[in-house]
């Protein structure tokens, strides 16, 4: 065999939509196939670890065993492009552009009109459409297999062709990593900093591939991927009788739960068990079942059992280094054996297990006196684990109740965890261990009573046996049709597709890292604080400038302007000086030829603290610091003192409201590019703030705004993380770029994103609330406390808002609410749709629902009575005009087909014991405009061309929302013209000045009037010629102007009338009206897991009179699930230290497919034109989100239905959001008080 260390580097052919590639480098996939490589933009980077599928790409290759061309889905973000060797590669450029033909699969994900989720709209692949699988791969993939290797800057790759050859060069490299999917290893070298000089890929090496039926049951290569096995399980299970194939379908049901396709497509079984990772899926159902393992090296062969000493500490196992895992044999089952697993994770879909485990039972012939028993749980300890202890002693027992009593008590000692164990969640994942053994108990009875051998289970307990299965969601909408006479060419009012939407689906659409490369371009990587509260020492960068390819290295002291900024007040800085205030405080920043040697120079960076107390993290513990922001605000209306003397109760309560993660799927992204001249520069930026942006940096650099330009074409997202925090990366960019003189770029990696960039505001709130016996509230006296973080950024106007919505619609004759701002070591938090007024409103969800639990009255009843009227004045003295939450409500409680609903949910109930749904219908009103008045304002610039066509400029930028669609519909019916002769380019501060941030959800509003108002200026300049030449077109009377002289171009100017609020007389409009709407939803929680399902929602929207249905609707449906990830599923976990866990979607769970209601309804109130906004319409972006609490209270009513078998009652604490761990935890029975004990937390709530 040669030395794999000498220098022979095979060249690697891979195809890419169809053309060939001789890579050189070793990279994965993604680099290769995007813009900086190719060009090819479609492909995008959304997390780097296989978490988000933004990267994914279709796979095709020659499987000379099968004889079969194998087509598969995986991400471009893990696959290393060695492994694709004689592959051939279709991204979604491939398949179809706007300017050829469309798949319809493009057509169908860019038609936003169409019913949301028909499955069979999704058809795999369009007949018409034939693959083409490259003919010279063909013929490459029939040679015989060599041995291969490739070289890259840092590792060495290298694919033996033979098993002998395998461990050849294991015996000579045994530190080197087998690697087959890289679904480990590449999140290692990518995120632990970890580096293999070696690689060997076993992929040709036919015995690690086999699969092959023994008489003890299935024996399967190391290599073989969890697709394949899946595919011969289950063949299998089809084809046997039931009773052998009880572990198959156990390894079936996990993997129904693993990752998404495109990881099991790649990911290896033999990976899987290697790792050793203490969360696997398979390993606990692999050493449930005694799997046996063959282990091979050099030396021979040995087969060992998967028993409780295989793993010998956090991920190890008893493999010696220079050995390698074979296959595994997973044995049928016999009569007489039963065999189940579960997976229990925040979220159903595609995360990692909070607890897993494999359970095994065998009892004697014909009885159900238990022979052996093997309960393994991973989730419990550093490695998976063998309850050994508890089955010991329940060998020789009769499968019974006192089995089952006993068997709970002894997991509660064996399965302990140490109070602080990583992962937190102690108690929960302690309750666990006992409620899945609980499950398998009555699976395993309800199994035996089919064979006569026990009683059945009892019918309230049988759902507690069912798998968790949630039916694929389907959505209605509803809105109203244009009216008859709507001439035909008027396309406002209509359900017009997005204008983006086909170029978003091919992958043309172009973001801001699709911009093409300059020639002498950089890169730049951000050096950010390890500690939150500290001073630095010192900044030692000689080994990061020994990087190759690095340029330079930026600090404060780089910044010709001023080191001082932040949106509001500069309380900020671009660059730490001296003190850095949280984790993730920008330090520095590497500037390199590529993104790689950018990114390793920046790890390379050293930095000494000196560390600083206190650190201040949690809502909590600024309370105990009183650490505060100024002012605190207070809005009151009322008298207190006599409304609780007037009430017949008063309650006190608490909740807490984490925050969220803005997870636009486009993270932040900077291009500068000085002009070489007076001090200009070009900002090419993802951002919401183009004025914002262009003020910072000219700031930083010292030079006149007037010299800054900043441009946005569009963002791949940005839900308010790009109205203030886009800065931070921007100007630090900026000022790169004019110290390096040379085009400067930066695309975020999401970790890093997630790190430096803030998120929601999470709230706490306590109240004090005065009611009557009927439900009827008097008295309010409510505080809020916000966690701002350590700088103040857009804190104050959030606190404002969230005090304005208080009362949610609840009229509230005493009132008063307070607020202060929390100052912390956290990345400062900013702006996230809704923008305080969700928890504002969720406090006060909080209370009402208290009170009916109190009065022992429906929720519904209780809010429905608490309800403003028409005119209704508000705690800040607006009255309620055009008031429509009745007729919300109403329409609401028709279309949910509410009182049945009600009913069967009781019946349900009654019928069930380990599983309950809940009900619940919330309304929202919320406040449009900017709280600060000045910023509503827009401007807009409208040029008619000669031939006719329309540019268009306006101050808001495109995120996705649809905002240039609306406005082109408006500008078509303005100037009565086909939206085709009509164009938006892009946003930029040179075209429209002094631009409000697109927030607040009033974006069409201002600029929707902006530009009515400069197109009524152009109608009036045309009319002469409209008139002279009634019969002519448009072209004609432009061409008549033009060739007059006339200025084709004008500006447009709109500013909100009647707006002012004054907190200290507490007078003044803060809001130019109100969007409302109400939701109904049911769910239904399993007790014993703490898993729920969204079974159905129906939201009635009051949007005016919709400018456009199809984009209004998307906003409905896209606000209201990112409000279900706010109140059910996203949790930020940072240390007592401030560090941030969650820095990806591994961690960091957002709402996927099975999280949409099965029933989705979504309807436009009909007949409700609003009169203070642009053609009767209504602002949407953010309202809807707020009524994802319906969930939340629906979550809550079951809970409450849950205790109430327990004898518990009335009000409880339930904070969001209301996840498994919070929901299994509220639902207090026999088995959680098995687990008493206060925990010493790994993470904190802040
Ligand atoms: C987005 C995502 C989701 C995931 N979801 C889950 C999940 O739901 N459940 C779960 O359990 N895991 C999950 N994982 C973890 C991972 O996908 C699995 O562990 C997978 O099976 C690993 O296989 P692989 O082929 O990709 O491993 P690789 O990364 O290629 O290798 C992993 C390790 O195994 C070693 N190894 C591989 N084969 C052998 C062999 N034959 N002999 C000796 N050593 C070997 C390698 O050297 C390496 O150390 C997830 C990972 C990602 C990125
Ligand atoms: S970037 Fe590859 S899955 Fe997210």
């Not at 409780?308 to 009569?335: A, M, N, Q, W």
């Not at 923008?835 to 009916?852: D, H, K, L, R, T």
Request: proline share 5%.
């Amino acid at each position: 065999m040669e030395e794999p260390n000498q220098n022979r580097h095979d060249q690697l052919v891979l195809f890419i939509n169809v053309s060939s590639h001789t890579p050189h480098t070793l990279l994965t996939l993604l680099p290769c196939s995007s813009n900086s490589m190719l060009g090819l933009t479609g492909t995008k980077l959304g997390c780097s670890e296989g978490g988000c599928g933004a990267c994914t790409v279709m796979m095709s290759k020659f499987d000379p065993h099968s004889n079969r061309i194998i087509h598969q889905a995986i991400n471009a973000c893990l696959a290393p492009l060695c492994s694709l060797h004689h592959c051939a590669i279709t991204t979604v450029e491939g398949i179809g552009s706007v300017g050829s033909k469309l798949h319809p699969v493009q057509e169908d994900s860019a038609d936003s009109v169409q019913p949301l989720f028909d499955p069979e709209e999704f058809l795999p692949l369009d007949p018409t459409q034939d693959i083409i699988f490259p003919p010279e791969l063909m013929t490459l993939s029939k040679e015989p297999v060599v041995s291969l290797r490739f070289r890259g800057e840092r590792v060495l790759w290298v694919q033996p062709s033979s098993l002998t050859e395998l461990l050849e060069l294991k015996a000579a490299y045994p530190e080197a990593r087998l690697v087959v999917g890289n679904t480990e290893v590449g999140i290692e070298m990518k995120f632990k900093n970890q580096l293999y000089p070696v690689i060997l890929s076993p992929t040709n090496v036919q015995e690690l591939r086999n699969i092959q039926f023994t008489e003890n049951g299935m024996e399967c290569g190391a290599a073989v991927t969890l697709t394949e096995l899946g595919e011969v399980l289950r063949e299998e299970v089809e084809k046997l009788p039931n009773y052998r194939t009880e572990i198959f379908q156990a390894v079936l049901e996990q993997l129904r739960w693993f990752a998404g396709r495109q990881i099991r497509n790649v990911a290896a079984v033999g990976g899987n068990i290697m790792t050793a990772s203490p969360i696997s899926d398979l390993n606990p159902v692999f050493m449930a079942a005694g799997c046996e393992l063959t282990l091979v090296s050099k030396e021979g062969k040995r087969v060992v059992k998967m028993d409780e000493k295989f793993f010998t500490g956090y991920r190890k196992t008893i493999l010696r280094s220079e050995e390698i895992l074979l296959s595994i044999e997973i044995p049928y089952t016999k009569k007489g054996q039963y065999f189940s697993a579960f997976k229990q994770s925040p979220r159903r879909e595609d995360d990692i297990a909070t607890v897993t485990c494999g359970m095994n039972v065998v009892f004697g012939e014909g009885s159900n006196t238990v022979h052996d028993i093997k309960l393994s749980y991973g989730g419990m300890a550093p490695v998976t684990l063998l309850a050994t202890d508890t089955c010991r002693q329940l060998i020789g027992r009769q499968w019974g109740e006192d089995l089952m009593e006993d068997a709970c008590s002894l997991l509660a000692e064996e399965m302990s965890l140490s109070p602080s164990a990583p992962g937190g969640m102690v108690a929960y994942r302690r309750t666990l261990t006992i409620s899945l053994f609980f499950k398998f108990f009555l699976t395993v009875q309800r199994k035996l009573a089919q064979e006569n051998l026990s009683e059945g289970v009892r019918s309230d307990y049988e759902s507690a046996t069912e798998l968790f299965h949630q039916d694929p969601p389907t959505g209605a909408q509803i809105y109203q049709a244009v009216p008859p006479g709507q001439s035909a060419d008027d396309v406002v009012g209509r359900p017009m597709m997005h204008l983006s939407a086909l170029k978003q689906a091919t992958g043309e659409a172009v973001y801001c890292d699709d911009i093409p490369h300059y020639e002498n371009e950089l890169y730049l990587a951000l050096v950010t604080s390890t500690k939150a509260h500290a001073h630095i020492i010192s900044i030692e960068t000689a080994e990061a400038m020994a990087v190759p390819g690095v340029v330079a290295f930026i600090s404060a002291k780089d910044i010709p302007g001023s080191n001082k900024t932040g949106p509001v007040v500069s309380d900020e800085t671009v660059f730490a000086d001296n003190k850095v205030t949280c984790v993730g405080h920008i330090i520095g920043a590497v500037v390199a030829d590529t993104q790689a040697h950018a990114q390793r120079a920046a790890k390379a960076v050293k930095i000494s603290y000196e560390e600083l107390q206190p650190v201040i993290v949690s809502i909590q513990d600024a309370i105990t610091h009183q650490s505060f922001y100024q002012p605190v605000r207070v809005i009151e209306n009322g008298d207190l003192i006599k409304g609780f003397q007037a009430s017949d109760h008063i309650i006190e309560g608490e909740i807490h409201i984490g925050g969220q993660e803005h997870f636009y799927l486009e993270t932040n992204c900077a291009l500068a590019v000085p002009r070489g001249e007076d001090g200009e520069m070009e900002l090419l930026v993802s951002t919401q703030a183009a004025t914002k942006t262009q003020t910072a940096a000219a700031k930083a650099l010292g030079v006149p705004a007037s010299h800054v330009v900043c441009r946005v074409k569009r963002m791949g997202g940005g839900f308010g993380g790009k109205e203030s925090r886009s800065t931070i990366l921007s100007t630090a960019v900026a000022v790169a770029a004019n110290k390096v003189k040379r085009p400067v770029r930066c695309m975020l990696d999401r970790d890093e994103d997630m790190l430096v960039s803030g998120g929601r505001h999470p709230f706490f709130g306590r109240y004090k609330v005065g009611f009557q016996k009927s439900g009827k509230v008097v008295a309010l006296d409510v505080t809020y406390y916000c966690n701002a973080g350590n700088s103040l950024d857009l804190s104050l106007s959030i606190l404002e808002r969230a005090l304005f919505h208080m009362d949610n619609c609840y009229s509230i004759p005493h009132i008063r609410g307070t607020g202060y701002m929390c100052k912390t070591n956290l990345p400062s938090n900013t702006a996230f749709r809704g923008f305080g007024g969700p928890q504002g409103m969720m406090v006060a969800e909080s209370w009402i629902s208290e009170v009916a639990q109190s009065c022992g009255l429906p929720a519904e009843q209780v809010r429905k009575m608490n309800l403003y009227q028409q005119g209704g004045i508000t705690p800040f003295n607006q009255s309620l005009e055009q008031f429509t939450i009745d007729r919300c409500w109403d329409e609401c409680i028709t279309i949910s087909d509410f009182s049945q609903r009600r009913a069967r949910v009781e019946l349900y109930n009654k019928q069930h014991r380990w599983t309950k749904r809940g009900l619940s219908i919330i309304p929202t009103k919320f406040g449009i405009s900017f709280t600060a008045t000045f910023l509503n304002q827009a401007g807009a610039l409208v040029h008619i061309y000669t031939d006719g066509s329309v540019l268009i400029t306006h101050g808001g930028t495109e995120m996705g929302q649809g905002l240039h669609t609306k406005m082109i519909q408006i500008a078509s019916r303005t100037l009565e013209i086909p939206t085709s002769k009509i164009h938006i380019s892009e946003t930029s501060t040179n075209t429209v000045p002094n631009t409000s941030p697109t927030a607040a959800s009033a974006s069409s509003d201002l600029n929707g009037m902006a530009i009515y108002n400069a197109c009524q200026t152009l109608l009036q300049r045309l009319k002469p010629y409209k008139t002279s030449k009634p019969k002519g077109n448009w072209e004609d009377w432009v061409t008549a102007a033009y060739f007059d002289r006339v200025n084709l171009s004008a500006n447009g100017f709109y500013r909100t009338p009647d707006l002012g609020y004054s907190f200290e007389t507490n007078s003044g409009r803060p809001f130019n009206y109100f969007t409302y709407g109400v939701a109904a939803s049911e769910v239904e929680i399993d007790c014993l897991t703490g898993s729920h399902k969204n079974l159905h929602t129906s939201i009635v929207m009051d949007v005016g009179k919709s400018l456009n249905p199809a984009l209004d609707i998307g906003q409905v449906e896209g606000a209201f699930m990112q409000g279900v990830g706010l109140f059910t599923l996203e949790e930020l976990r940072y240390s007592p230290q401030g560090y941030l866990y969650t820095r990806g979607p591994g961690m960091y769970k957002i709402p996927a497919f099975g999280d949409i209601p099965t029933q989705l309804k979504v309807s436009l109130l009909r007949d409700a034109p609003n009169e203070r906004a642009i053609f009767s319409s209504k602002a949407v972006g953010e309202p809807p989100l707020f009524l994802a609490a319906s969930i939340f209270y629906a979550i809550k009513d079951a809970i409450s239905a849950a205790r109430a078998e327990s004898g518990l009652s009335g009000p409880f604490r339930l904070d969001s959001p209301a996840t498994p761990e919070r929901i299994r935890n509220a639902c207090q029975d026999k088995f959680t008080k098995l687990v008493p004990g206060t925990y010493t937390p790994w993470d904190m709530r802040v």
